[in-house]
């Protein structure tokens, strides 16, 4: 049997609002355990959640960018569980009035580039954080209230994702769109962004969906991937041999690269979601959505096209390019200040990136943009070497200089000057004879090598297409 795999995504994304979503505790990531609470988030009687508006407007922006269109009447719900680390009993989210519904995100595989559907953005708090400790003599378990109450944008795509690169493409795309919208930091590492994966599988050219399974813990975008390509290898076994999918949640166990199962999947009805009374439902007027809308930036996919029609980048270079905003600004502020775009991207990806930890940090990076146009204008008016200016690159990074006072201050100027090189030769053609010899009987590798010892004599200040023409003047 053939199966094909339908797969969708839930995203959990973190707005990064300065307090939380519905009292004035602060977000700030790993502050002393419980210091950011109050009766509000702690559930405790008699309180009053007030919707905070930066939250609302965050959520709002990141469904526009992403083509889905902003509820008229959309409203808070409770969804009733139990887990220590929900104080109140209940999680306040969105149940059938989400904020934003209906858009997509679109994805380019080695398939072809196909719309990953949105089927609805909503708003809802996070609960808190448990640790469990298994020390012999202390087997305890401690709760860390700081995350209750902070805003999440819950992104759940339609079941249009067809295989393991599919979903790993869209959840590249869907980080990118909202980092550029500065909405949420995407730091999967502190759960800033989350990822459920539903995954069911069907014989191929059957319309029917199977029975889904959904996985949970994976913390990184490759787990993802791995954990989707082994369930659909668990569920294909199960299939060939007879059997059903049971419809469970799993864990991934991203260290031994499988999944178990957690639970067996439960329902909406299991939630007895009711509109929470303390919230009034809310009716963003279009002028409001009107005035975020204005405020999106320009979008990597807008930006990656207006690169390769304004600067002739090709569409490799300028996707490298987009794919974070601060990289974006930075060769943009390097072309301003004068660079040619296509060295400017040459030089950002085969010198900068290498030496950044993420392209996100570019903007605090020691050579600004104004330095880099600077060291590629020493190239292109010949005052140095390409080779040359990697080693003022590099002392660039070290000391923060810039590079005209690094080429003066170490007498680096490209030796132009052809008497100066004439001599240069003239010794490289005395000292290696039998080169000569070789050049002359037509092995055209000698004179690279010839090339290549003039370089080092003149400690590679000496213009190479001017060593380059003297040589073969003289050999010839
Ligand atoms: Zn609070």
Redesign the pocket.
């Known amino acids: 049997m053939e199966f094909e795999p339908v797969i969708g995504l839930e995203v959990h994304v973190q707005l990064n609002t300065r307090?939380?979503i519905?009292?004035?505790?602060s977000t700030t990531y790993k502050a002393e355990p419980n210091s950011?609470?109050?009766?509000?988030?702690?559930g405790l009687p008699g309180v009053l959640p007030v919707l905070n508006e930066e939250a609302l407007r965050k959520a709002i922006m990141a469904g526009l960018a992403l083509n889905a269109t902003v509820a008229e009447y959309s409203k808070f719900d409770r969804k009733n569980y139990f887990y220590p680390d929900l104080p109140k009993a209940y999680q306040i989210s969105q149940y059938d009035r989400p904020i934003c519904s209906g858009g997509f995100v679109e994805v380019t595989t080695s398939t072809g580039t196909k719309k990953i559907g949105i089927t609805r953005l909503h708003l809802e708090e996070d609960a808190g954080k448990s640790i469990h400790s298994d020390e012999p003599g202390n087997r305890v378990s401690y709760l860390n209230f700081n995350r209750?109450?902070v805003p999440l944008a819950e992104i759940v795509s339609e079941p249009d994702i067809r295989s393991a690169e599919e979903a790993y493409e869209y959840l590249q795309n869907l980080k990118t769109i909202i980092k550029y919208l500065d909405v949420s930091d995407c730091n999967m590492e502190e759960g800033s962004l989350r990822c459920d994966v539903n995954i069911s599988l069907r014989e191929k050219g059957v319309d029917k969906f199977g029975e889904k399974v959904e996985v949970k813990n994976l913390n990184s975008f490759k787990a993802v991937k791995t954990a989707i390509e082994y369930e659909m290898r668990r569920q294909a076994e199960i299939l060939e041999d007879g059997g059903g999918i049971i419809q469970e949640t799993r864990l991934w166990d991203a260290d031994r690269g499988l999944s178990f199962s957690m639970r067996s999947k439960e329902e909406a009805h299991d939630y007895r979601y009711f509109p929470d009374p303390d919230l009034p439902p809310i009716k963003p007027d279009p002028a409001y959505i009107a005035r975020i809308r204005e405020s999106i930036p320009e979008l990597p996919d807008s930006r990656k096209e207006r690169f390769v029609a304004e600067y002739g980048l090709s569409p490799y270079d300028a996707g490298v390019l987009t794919s974070a905003r601060p990289l974006a600004e930075y060769f943009e502020s390097t072309v301003k200040n004068g660079a040619i775009p296509k060295k400017a991207s040459n030089w950002i990806q085969s010198e900068l990136l290498a030496r950044i930890d993420t392209p996100e940090n570019i903007g605090s990076f020691v050579v600004t943009p104004a330095m880099l146009a600077g060291l590629l204008g020493l190239i292109e008016n010949n005052t140095i070497s390409g080779k040359i200016a990697k080693s003022v690159f590099e002392e660039m990074t070290e000391t923060g200089a810039d590079p005209e006072t690094i080429v003066r201050e170490k007498g680096l100027t490209q030796v132009t000057d052809t008497t100066a090189i004439d001599s240069i030769i003239d010794r490289v053609i005395a000292d290696n004879p039998e080169s000569v010899a070789d050049f002359k009987s037509g092995k055209e590798r000698a004179l690279k090598f010839l090339m290549g010892q003039a370089m080092k004599e003149s400690k590679g200040k000496a213009n190479p297409q001017i060593v380059n023409e003297l040589l073969l003047k003289k050999l010839k």
């Open positions: 307090s939380k519905f009292c004035g505790c950011q609470t109050c009766p509000v988030c702690l209750t109450g």
